[in-house]
C-alpha cells in the first residue's frame, strides 16, 4: 500500500511492535505516525529514540472509547497492537483482560468507522487458535470481532483485517531474552522436549503487516508461512554449555501451537509466502480471493506438522546471538 502523505496510529505502540512498525514507516513519506498507549514513562523513552517530527505521543487505553474517537481524528490507518498479553497475569485478572482485548476491540472497530478510518489491521496469535487459556480466548473473540465488524460499515469505507502469526524472536516477554538471562545460572529451565513454536523476527512482522495493509479487502485473517522450530534447539542456540531442566508444562500452555485448523482450512487459501482465512459472510466477494488456492482437504498449519523447520545455526544468525553473546554461564 502507498503510504504517501497517510496519517497512521498505532495502538500499543510503545511495545516491541509498535516501535519497531514506527522505525519502518518513519522511512517512507507519511504525513503523521500516531503512538497510542497508556505509559507515559515509555512514551518518553521513545520520544528520545525518535526525533522525527511527524511522530505524536498521544496518552489513551482502548478501553475509554472517547478517547480514541479524539485520536482517530483524521487517521487513515489504525494498526490495533494494544493487548494485555501475558497468560499467567490474563488468568489471574480475568476481568481486566476481557476489558482491554475484547471490549477494547469494539471500541477500536466504532471509533474507526465513525471517524472514516479506512484501514484497520488487528494482530493476532496463535494461542487465539482453539485457546485453553484466557488470553487466547479474548483473542479468539477479538478476531471474530474484527472480521464481523466489515458488516457494520454500512456504505462506509472502513475495512478491517487481522493478521495472525507466532513468537517474537526477542520482543518484551519472549522466551529469548529469558533464555538469555537465565544463562548465567548454569541450566535453562524448559517445559517440555517435545514442545514446538512458529517462530518470526519483529522486522518481519512489521512487513508482513505492511504487505497486508496492500493485499486487504476487508475480512481475512492473513497467515505467513514462518518457521517452527523446538524449544529445546532454541535453548541450545541461546546456550549449548548449559543443561536444561525440564520443568513441565504450565498451566494454560500447549505443546504445538497451531494457526489454521482443519475447520477453517476449508476456508482458506494458500499463496506462496502466506494463508487467507476467507470471511464466512455475504459481503465476501469470491474475486477478493484472486490468486491463491485452496488448501487441501484436512489441511491444518500446526508447529510440530510444518514444513519449514529452523535450524540452530539459523536461530542463532535470525537472533544476532552470536554478536554479543551474553557471559558465559556461571556453573555452580
Same mark, same amino acid.
Given at each position: 500500500m502507498d ?22 514507516v ?28 511527524? /511522530?505524536? @505521543?498521544?496518552l489513551g ?10 485520536? @482517530?481524528?483524521?487517521?487513515d ?18 476481568f #481486566? ?11 477500536? /472497530? !466504532?471509533?474507526?468507522i465513525d ?27 477479538s478476531d471474530?470481532?474484527f ?9 462506509? #469505507? ?7 502469526y507466532?513468537?517474537? %524472536?526477542?520482543s518484551r516477554?519472549? %522466551?529469548?531474552?529469558? @533464555? ?12 517440555d522436549?517435545?514442545?514446538?513454536? @512458529? ?12 504487505d497486508?495493509l ?9 497467515v505467513?508461512?514462518?518457521?517452527s ?50 470471511? !464466512?459472510?455475504?459481503?465476501?466477494k469470491?474475486?477478493?480471493?484472486k490468486?491463491?488456492?485452496? %488448501? ?15 535450524? %540452530? !545455526? ?6 544476532g ?5 551474553? !557471559? ?5
Open positions: 503510504l504517501e502523505g497517510k496519517k497512521i496510529l498505532v495502538t500499543g505502540g510503545t511495545g516491541s511492535f509498535g516501535q519497531a512498525f514506527m522505525e519502518n518513519l522511512q517512507k513519506d507519511i504525513k503523521k505516525a500516531i503512538v497510542f498507549s497508556r505509559d507515559e514513562l515509555k512514551q518518553y523513552e521513545m520520544s528520545q529514540r525518535f526525533s522525527d517530527p511527524r /511522530i505524536r @505521543f498521544f487505553d482502548v478501553r475509554d472509547k472517547n478517547r480514541l474517537y479524539r485520536a @482517530f481524528d483524521g487517521v490507518i489504525v494498526i490495533h497492537a494494544a493487548a494485555l498479553k501475558q497468560v499467567p497475569a490474563c488468568e489471574y485478572n480475568p #481486566e483482560a476481557i476489558k482491554t482485548n475484547v471490549l477494547g476491540a469494539q471500541n477500536i /472497530i !466504532e471509533a474507526a471517524r472514516g478510518v479506512k484501514k484497520v489491521i488487528a494482530l493476532s496469535t496463535d494461542k487465539a487458535v482453539s485457546p485453553i487459556n484466557l488470553y487466547g480466548a479474548t483473542k479468539l473473540c471474530k470481532l472480521v464481523a465488524a466489515n458488516s457494520y460499515v454500512g456504505e462506509k #469505507e472502513t475495512r478491517f483485517s487481522v493478521v495472525r507466532g513468537n517474537v %524472536v526477542g516477554g519472549s %522466551v529469548l531474552p529469558f @533464555f538469555q538471562k537465565s544463562r548465567r545460572n548454569g541450566s535453562l529451565p524448559v517445559t522436549q517435545r514442545m514446538t513454536r @512458529f517462530w518470526i523476527t519483529l522486522e518481519q512482522g512489521v512487513q508482513f503487516v505492511l497486508c496492500s493485499r486487504m479487502h476487508g475480512g481475512e485473517i492473513f505467513p508461512k514462518i518457521p522450530m523446538k524449544v529445546t534447539d532454541l535453548a541450545r542456540a541461546v546456550a549449548p554449555e548449559c543443561e536444561i531442566e525440564y520443568i513441565g508444562i504450565r498451566p494454560g500452555e500447549k505443546l504445538h501451537e497451531v494457526m489454521i485448523t482443519e475447520d477453517d482450512a476449508r476456508r482458506t487459501l494458500e499463496y506462496e509466502t502466506y494463508y487467507v482465512i476467507q470471511p !464466512e459472510y455475504p459481503w465476501w469470491r474475486e477478493n480471493g490468486g491463491g488456492k485452496p %488448501v487441501a482437504e484436512g489441511f491444518k498449519y500446526s508447529s510440530d506438522t510444518n514444513e519449514y523447520w529452523l535450524k %540452530v !545455526e539459523e536461530l542463532r544468525e535470525l537472533a546471538i552470536e554478536e554479543g553473546l551474553p !557471559e558465559p554461564c556461571e556453573v555452580q
